[in-house]
C-alpha cells in the first residue's frame, strides 16, 4: 500500500537525523520508555489524528505514537515529506525557504491535526512555511525587543527590575512560523547548551537578590531531557530569593504526549511552579492536551495562555472566544494576547491594533472575566509589555466620570473626593 512505504520513507528520512534531538546528559534520570509510556494517559485521541494515523502511519504502534522522542524524531522537515504525504503545492520559492530563515519542524501528532489540502487552514498557515516570509516591512527586526541589549550574561534577559527571563535551549518540537525569538530558536549554536554554558546565569542569578522571580523558556524547556529540566530547577530553588519559578512552553499543545506522570512528578517537586502555554486556535484543544493540562493542574502547577494575536488566523471574536472558552474547561487561564512582534518578514501575521481591541471589546461583558486575556504589545526596543485596553471613558469633569458599557450605554460614577 503506498502509504505504508511513504510512512516508511518518513521515518527513515527523519531518522538520519536523530542528533538534533536534545541529548540527554546526566545518566541517572536514565528514561525507561517503557515506563513512561506505561504511565501515559493518552487513551483518547481527536477523530483526526486516528484518521491521520490510519491514512498516513499505518504501521506506526501506540507505543511509538504515545513516545514524545518518537514524535520529535519523525517530526516532518522537509518540504519534500509534506509534498510527498499531503500532495501539496508548494510555492515556487520553497527551495530557498528554509536556508536563512526558521526551519519546518512539525510534530507528526500536530500535523494530524492540520488540513494540508488547506492553505489557509490557520494551524497550517501557523507552522508551513510561505513565501512571505522574505517580503521585510518597516520596523521588522530578527530581535524587535532588543533582547540581546538586555542581556548581562549569554542565555540570561533582564529587563524588568525583580525578575529574569532564562533560556534553556533554542530547540522547539514545532516551530511557529512567527515566532518572536527567531534570533535564537533552530540557531545551530544555540539549539544545544551543555549544563556548563549556564553556569554565568547561575552565577548572575546567584549574585542578583532583586530577582525572585525566573521565566525559563527559549525554545521550548519542555523539550529539555527530564533530568536536564530538573537539573535547572534544583538549581534555581537552591537560590533563596528566588521565590517563583515560569517556565513558558507549547509542548502541551503540539506534543502533549511528552506530558507524562513521571514529568509532572518531577516538576511538582519545585513549586511555587507556574507554567504559562502557548495556544494559538480552537483547533489545538483536543482530548490529548485536554490529558495533558489536567496532568499539569492536577500536580498543582497554575496554568496560563499566552495566544498570538495573527492575521486571518485567531483574529476574530468568534475563535478567540471559543479557544478562551475551550481553555478555561482545560484548567487554562488566559493570560495573554500579544500583538504580533514585529520580527523579519512577519507582514502577513501582524494585524492592526484596531482589530486587537476590537476583540478584547468582543469579549469583554459578553464572557466572564477569566476568560479575557490581558491584551499586549512588547514594546519594540525592550520597553516591556505594555497593556491595551478599549477606550471605556467618554470624559471626565467635575461631576464624575462618563463611562460607557459593552452595550454602549452611558453612565456616570462620582468620581471625586468630598471635602
Ligand atoms: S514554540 Fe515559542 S519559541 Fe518555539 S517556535 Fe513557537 S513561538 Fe518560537
Not at 15 to 40: C, F, G, Q, T, W
Not at 308 to 320: A, E, F, G, H
Request: charged content about 25%.
Amino acid at each position: 500500500m503506498e502509504s505504508n512505504s511513504l510512512s516508511e520513507s518518513l521515518i527513515n528520512e527523519t531518522e538520519v537525523n536523530k542528533e538534533e534531538e536534545p541529548p540527554s546528559l546526566v545518566a541517572k534520570y536514565h528514561i525507561n520508555r517503557h515506563k513512561v509510556i506505561d504511565s501515559l494517559l493518552h487513551t483518547t485521541e481527536t477523530k483526526t489524528t486516528s484518521f491521520f494515523r490510519k491514512e498516513y502511519l499505518p504501521g506506526v504502534t501506540d507505543d511509538e505514537w504515545n513516545d514524545w522522542h518518537w514524535q520529535i524524531r519523525n517530526s516532518f522537515r522537509y518540504f519534500s515529506q509534506l509534498e510527498k504525504f499531503f500532495k501539496i503545492k508548494l510555492p515556487e520559492t520553497h527551495e530557498s525557504i528554509n536556508k536563512d530563515s526558521l526551519p519546518l519542524r512539525i510534530t507528526p501528532y500536530y500535523a494530524s491535526l492540520i488540513d494540508f489540502s488547506d492553505a489557509n487552514d490557520p494551524l497550517y498557515k501557523s507552522v508551513v512555511p510561505s513565501a512571505n516570509e522574505y517580503k521585510i516591512f518597516p520596523g521588522e527586526s530578527s530581535d524587535p525587543l532588543h533582547e540581546n541589549n538586555n542581556s548581562p550574561v549569554p542565555n540570561l534577559v533582564h529587563r524588568y527590575p525583580d525578575r529574569a527571563l532564562f533560556l534553556v535551549t533554542g530547540f522547539c518540537s514545532t516551530y511557529c512560523r512567527y515566532c518572536t525569538r527567531s534570533h535564537m530558536v533552530a540557531k545551530k549554536e544555540k539549539s544545544h547548551f551543555s549544563l556548563n554554558d549556564f553556569e554565568p546565569a547561575f552565577e548572575y542569578l546567584e549574585n542578583h537578590p532583586e530577582v525572585r522571580d525566573v521565566l525559563l523558556s527559549g525554545g521550548d524547556p519542555f523539550t529539555l531531557p527530564q533530568d536536564r529540566l530538573e537539573y535547572i530547577l534544583q538549581r534555581l530553588r537552591s537560590i533563596q530569593h528566588i521565590e517563583i519559578i515560569r517556565i513558558g512552553t507549547k509542548v502541551p499543545a503540539v506534543l502533549p504526549q511528552r506530558i507524562t506522570q513521571e514529568f509532572v512528578d518531577m516538576l511538582k517537586k519545585y513549586h511555587p511552579l507556574f507554567v504559562s502555554i502557548h495556544f494559538t486556535h480552537p483547533s489545538e484543544l483536543t482530548p490529548e492536551v485536554e490529558q495533558a493540562t489536567k496532568l499539569l493542574a492536577n500536580a498543582g502547577i497554575p496554568l496560563g495562555s499566552q495566544t498570538v494575536l495573527l492575521k486571518d488566523i485567531n483574529d476574530n471574536v468568534t475563535t478567540m472566544k471559543k479557544l478562551m472558552h475551550g481553555l478555561l474547561k482545560f484548567r487554562v487561564r488566559p493570560y495573554y494576547l500579544y500583538q504580533c512582534d514585529p520580527i523579519l518578514g512577519s507582514g502577513h501575521f501582524r494585524t492592526t491594533v484596531k482589530s486587537g481591541l476590537e476583540i478584547i471589546k468582543g469579549l469583554r461583558g459578553f464572557t466572564s472575566g477569566y476568560a479575557i486575556p490581558t491584551y499586549v504589545v512588547d514594546a519594540p526596543g525592550g520597553g516591556g509589555k505594555i497593556p491595551l485596553l478599549p477606550d471605556y471613558v467618554t470624559s471626565h469633569n467635575k461631576k464624575g466620570l462618563k463611562l460607557k458599557n459593552y452595550e454602549g450605554k452611558t453612565y456616570l460614577y462620582p468620581d471625586y473626593i468630598s471635602e
